[in-house]
């Protein structure tokens, strides 16, 4: 006879799960007994974080849900912060949790948490599973819900005395596609109208535009129409950066190069918008009108408010406005004079030859190396802002970045993801000095696993962003910086290689060699965090003046 966890790992197999990732607990043992049985991999992590960061960056680059598994009361809320990086970023994820026996209760009040609870302001589900017969439906409606738009995460707890009873066989429920409807005839002519009539519009493709199945349609759109486009810093890559429709990433929210094109547009649609996004444009009074292309509606904010919504399957949606649209737009190309100038301006200086190096020089120097189809997973600190605005993507989710939650930690777990899922691509993390040692108990992991991955930190021995941050806002340079580890040994010491960079021409060199090495390989490179103050503040506030009145 099944037992609870035999239900539940056939329900897992029924969806196809082939990975899950995570720390088994006492309360978990016969679920790890079921999956050894299984042809789902257990893949250990050393942190029960990081084992939700990779699952949620499976779902966010499959399109189905990554699974994890944690024991009880504290593994389940080490699971937190990885909830909140699905939930706002729109990955889904199924978590499955331990807990103490439900009929029985023989340890009293030991390590038992309402974790059911504490989940439901981060999952768009969390339920515990009380009964056998119900395994194989409810773990079915977990996987709908978790990638239904907009996805995110889920979590089912499976009680120890639920997991190890005896149950009934049960059939379980089949899968099957499901389609997104396509957007109605009347928001279509509506949408239509409006870029026909605009006379500087813009195209802006937002994080939804990342989805998996978004991207064909975003490329024939962009393509048809002509119109040029900016992006999101989630949005980086949804439709070719090299071609020559590209104007820029917003990774401010004002008075960036970008921006000189964004105010003089009279239209902007935008394309998977999602406001979980720190704003890449303030929309005011006086401002452009927007159009919400996605496949949900809009969230009104008080940044963000568009006057017309295309709602429904963005790529097939898209074709349909396309096929109104196609070569009926004489302004299509109003705002492409801008374009050589802000790109000149953003690439500015950077392959100057300092050292400790620059930010930017960092960005062109691992562009040179990355090709076209490989990946950078970006952990949080200063130089997202330079990677975002200043690293040319031409593939969709060949940066990973996560500009809804922010948090530190996910870089390595999620490049570790990648590295497994794309093992014939170059992947590497890009972390700071502090956002790296969040995880970086994972180079075991990654180490035992054979990944081959690189991973890049930037050492300025501070939490530089904060500390730019507390500069600019004119306090005194207080509280925010920190020792290091000997990151070389610190490689060695977890069977990893590591190697420092010493000159400015010797970034690449060290990459490429690393690469060219396999297996996991630390680099580490000084950076020069004053070009935050120089390019970012003072550049900026000099040279690029709000458009008071769009010139007509
Ligand atoms: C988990 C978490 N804690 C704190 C923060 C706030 N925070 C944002 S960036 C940053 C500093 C990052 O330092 P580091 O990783 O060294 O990158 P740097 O900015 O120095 O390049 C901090 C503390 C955060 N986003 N996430
Ligand atoms: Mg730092």
């Given at each position: 006879?099944?037992?609870?966890?035999d239900?539940?790992?056939?329900?897992?197999?029924?969806?196809?799960?082939?990975?899950?990732?995570?720390?088994p607990?006492?309360?978990?043992?016969d679920?790890?007994?079921?999956?050894?049985n299984s042809?789902?991999?257990?893949?250990?992590?050393?942190h029960?974080?990081?084992?939700a960061?990779?699952?949620?960056?499976?779902g966010?680059?499959?399109?189905?849900?990554?699974?994890?598994?944690?024991?009880?009361g504290?593994?389940a809320?080490?699971?937190?912060t990885?909830?909140?990086?699905?939930?706002?970023?729109?990955?889904?994820m199924v978590?499955?949790t331990?807990q103490?026996?439900?009929?029985k209760?023989?340890?009293?009040?030991?390590q038992?948490?309402?974790?059911?609870?504490?989940?439901?302001?981060?999952?768009?589900?969390?339920r515990?599973?009380?009964?056998?017969a119900?395994i194989?439906?409810?773990?079915?409606?977990?996987f709908?819900?978790?990638?239904?738009?907009?996805p995110?995460?889920?979590?089912?707890?499976?009680?120890?005395?639920?997991a190890?009873?005896?149950?009934?066989?049960?059939?379980?429920?089949?899968?099957?596609p499901?389609?997104?409807?396509?957007?109605?005839?009347?928001?279509?002519?509506?949408?239509?109208?409006?870029?026909m009539?605009?006379?500087?519009?813009?195209i802006?493709?937002?994080a939804?535009?990342?989805?998996?199945?978004s991207?064909?349609?975003?490329?024939?759109f962009?393509?048809?129409?002509?119109?040029?486009f900016?992006?999101?810093?989630?949005?980086?890559?949804?439709?070719?950066g090299?071609s020559?429709?590209?104007?820029?990433?917003?990774?401010?929210?004002?008075?960036?190069?970008?921006h000189?094109?964004?105010?003089?547009?009279?239209?902007?649609i935008?394309?998977g918008?999602?406001?979980?996004?720190?704003?890449?444009?303030i929309?005011?009074?006086k401002?452009?009108?927007?159009?919400?292309?996605?496949?949900?509606p809009a969230?009104v904010?008080?940044?963000?408010?568009?006057?017309?919504?295309v709602?429904?399957?963005?790529?097939?949606?898209?074709?349909?406005?396309?096929?109104?649209?196609?070569?009926?737009?004489?302004?299509?190309?109003?705002?492409?004079?801008?374009?050589?100038g802000?790109l000149?301006?953003i690439?500015?200086?950077?392959?100057?030859?300092?050292?400790?190096?620059?930010?930017?020089r960092?960005?062109?120097d691992?562009?040179?190396?990355?090709?076209?189809d490989g990946?950078?997973?970006?952990?949080?600190?200063?130089?997202?802002?330079?990677?975002?605005?200043?690293?040319?993507?031409?593939?969709?989710?060949?940066?990973?970045?996560?500009?809804?939650?922010?948090?530190?930690?996910a870089?390595?777990?999620?490049?570790?993801?990648?590295?497994?899922?794309?093992?014939q691509?170059?992947v590497m993390?890009?972390?700071?000095?502090?956002?790296?040692?969040?995880?970086s108990?994972?180079m075991?992991?990654?180490?035992r696993l054979k990944?081959n991955?690189?991973i890049?930190i930037?050492?300025?021995?501070?939490?530089?962003?904060?500390r730019?941050k507390?500069a600019v806002?004119?306090?005194p340079?207080?509280?925010?910086?920190?020792?290091?580890?000997?990151?070389?040994?610190?490689?060695?010491?977890?069977g990893?290689?590591?190697?420092r960079?010493?000159t400015?021409?010797?970034?690449?060199?060290?990459?490429?060699?690393a690469?060219k090495?396999g297996?996991?390989?630390?680099?580490?490179?000084?950076?020069?965090?004053?070009?935050?103050?120089?390019?970012?503040?003072?550049?900026?506030?000099?040279?690029?003046k709000?458009?008071?009145?769009?010139?007509?």
């Amino acid at each position: 006879m099944p037992k609870g966890s035999d239900l539940m790992v056939a329900a897992l197999e029924n969806e196809g799960v082939d990975r899950i990732f995570g720390v088994p607990g006492e309360e978990n043992l016969d679920m790890v007994e079921s999956l050894r049985n299984s042809s789902i991999k257990l893949v250990l992590t050393r942190h029960e974080q990081s084992a939700a960061f990779m699952a949620a960056t499976y779902g966010r680059l499959t399109g189905k849900p990554g699974v994890c598994l944690t024991t009880l009361g504290p593994g389940a809320l080490n699971l937190t912060t990885g909830a909140a990086y699905a939930l706002l970023g729109a990955m889904p994820m199924v978590m499955i949790t331990g807990q103490k026996g439900i009929m029985k209760s023989r340890q009293a009040g030991f390590q038992i948490v309402d974790v059911v609870t504490a989940f439901k302001p981060l999952t768009k589900m969390a339920r515990q599973i009380v009964s056998t017969a119900t395994i194989p439906t409810l773990v079915r409606d977990a996987f709908r819900i978790a990638m239904e738009e907009r996805p995110g995460p889920v979590l089912l707890e499976l009680p120890e005395d639920i997991a190890g009873e005896e149950a009934e066989a049960i059939a379980m429920v089949p899968v099957h596609p499901i389609e997104i409807p396509v957007a109605h005839r009347a928001s279509l002519d509506r949408a239509a109208d409006m870029i026909m009539k605009a006379k500087r519009p813009l195209i802006m493709l937002g994080a939804a535009a990342s989805r998996p199945r978004s991207t064909a349609g975003i490329n024939g759109f962009v393509r048809r129409t002509k119109i040029p486009f900016f992006t999101t810093q989630m949005g980086k890559g949804t439709a070719a950066g090299g071609s020559n429709l590209y104007m820029g990433t917003a990774a401010l929210s004002e008075r960036d190069y970008v921006h000189e094109a964004v105010d003089r547009a009279d239209l902007i649609i935008a394309v998977g918008h999602d406001t979980i996004e720190k704003p890449p444009f303030i929309m005011g009074p006086k401002g452009p009108q927007v159009i919400h292309v996605s496949y949900t509606p809009a969230t009104v904010e008080q940044v963000y408010f568009p006057q017309c919504e295309v709602v429904g399957d963005v790529g097939p949606s898209l074709e349909l406005l396309a096929d109104r649209i196609e070569a009926r737009l004489p302004n299509a190309g109003a705002l492409l004079p801008l374009r050589e100038g802000i790109l000149r301006s953003i690439s500015d200086r950077n392959t100057e030859n300092r050292f400790p190096l620059t930010p930017q020089r960092i960005v062109h120097d691992v562009r040179q190396v990355i090709p076209e189809d490989g990946i950078i997973a970006l952990d949080n600190g200063m130089y997202k802002i330079w990677f975002a605005r200043n690293y040319r993507t031409y593939v969709a989710n060949t940066v990973l970045l996560d500009n809804a939650l922010a948090t530190m930690g996910a870089g390595l777990p999620s490049a570790m993801m990648a590295a497994i899922l794309y093992p014939q691509r170059r992947v590497m993390a890009v972390c700071g000095d502090g956002g790296f040692m969040m995880n970086s108990q994972e180079m075991e992991t990654a180490v035992r696993l054979k990944l081959n991955l690189v991973i890049l930190i930037l050492e300025d021995s501070a939490y530089g962003m904060i500390r730019w941050k507390q500069a600019v806002d004119e306090f005194p340079d207080f509280g925010l910086t920190f020792g290091n580890p000997d990151f070389v040994k610190y490689a060695d010491s977890y069977g990893a290689k590591g190697s420092r960079v010493t000159t400015a021409d010797g970034l690449i060199p060290a990459l490429e060699a690393a690469f060219k090495g396999g297996g996991v390989h630390l680099v580490v490179v000084p950076v020069d965090y004053s070009e935050n103050i120089r390019v970012l503040v003072d550049e900026l506030r000099a040279k690029v003046k709000p458009v008071a009145e769009p010139a007509e």
